[in-house]
């Protein structure tokens, strides 16, 4: 009879047990600072950027071949740090495990982002600290505040300033990102189940995330947490929310918040 209890109990118990979150996190900052607290199961670790210089691994033992430190922990956390030169207005991240990744930039700085949805923004000792959470792969570009981008009357980006150099491939490459940005928007959407995004006509989801933001749930990461949608579903009926009208998408020092549009309300 006890057996038969436990076993039925067992599911409810498993429910209720913690979710084990991947504890790694690796912080880079825009000078070549590269900070990491890795978790001793993670043996592997690949370095940021070139030139790398001041390694310091406390932990465990290692080795480097190329650009990969293999780890043979000793405690249970792993803590690297290093100096490293990284391409002008370009970090790449491209680890064999998930984790938790802060970019650290400077205020004037203005950002392009290639691949992979940040999931906050703020501002920490002067420096904006883009976040990305439980990811591998983040690839992220950022100019100087003497390479301004605008828009003109057809949303086109200009690039404003003397580029020469780095500053010239740099622009051509948010350009080029830019251009392939606006195909991919030009496309149908579609969310997970294959439906329609672009008709004009609101379901569901398109209805749960307008009352979200109606109830003052401003920012994606919170239109999650609020809706119980996943990321990119709720990402793309926000976005087209924004398509139709309903709603206004409003970027300011760095953030993005989303509001009911005033003839909507």
Known sequence: MKLLLLLLLLPLLLALMPIIIHASTLNIYYNGTVEAEINSNDRQFFLIGYNITDLKVIGARYNITGNTLYLNPINSTVYIYYKSELSKGVIQVNEPYNLTINLYLPLNSSINYISTQPYSFSTVNGLYNITFVNVSKVTLLYASSHVILAQNEFGLPAIIGGLVGSDAVLATL???????????????????????????????????????????????????????????TAYRRVKKLVKLGYIEEIREEGKVRYIIKSDNK
């Open 174 to 232: 948010i350009l080029l990102l830019w251009k392939r940005r606006r195909k991919e928007e030009v496309e149908i959407m579609k969310d997970e189940e294959g439906v329609d995004l672009v008709t004009d006509k609101l379901d569901e989801r398109d209805a749960i995330v307008l009352e979200a933001i109606k109830m003052g749930t401003n920012t994606l990461a919170d239109i999650v947490r609020q809706t119980g949608l996943p990321k990119s």
